[in-house]
């Protein structure tokens, strides 16, 4: 991948498009620190979709642990639900 700076980018841009056709990436920095990449819209388009996939995968492979557990039950009974009702009840008529 080619690094430019941001002035030579301003100065050379057509050549840097002729660059990105041909395939090449090419890096924009300013200040030494590279703010951009020049990249064939059909290379990013195909990024995006790889990423996409390996977060579906993601999003499957949490659906599939969840059907395998489990539903869990209340963690309180109703009785002790009831008394936290009536306490929190009772704070706010105290105030």
């Known amino acids: 991948m080619r690094r430019i700076n941001v002035s030579q980018a301003r100065q050379t841009l ?11 990436e090419v890096s924009i920095t300013r200040h030494g620190r590279v703010v951009a990449v020049l990249v064939r819209p059909d290379v990013l388009a195909s990024r995006r979709a790889s990423a996409a996939w390996d977060r579906s ?11 395998t557990q489990p539903v869990r039950t209340a963690a309180i009974d109703d009785e ?15 105030r």
């Open 14 to 24: 057509p050549a840097q498009l002729d660059r990105v056709a041909a395939g090449e």
């Open 57 to 67: 995968a993601h999003v499957a492979a949490l659906l599939e642990t969840a059907r």
């Open 80 to 94: 002790r639900a009831g008394q936290l009702a009536e306490a929190a009840r009772a704070s706010r008529s105290g």
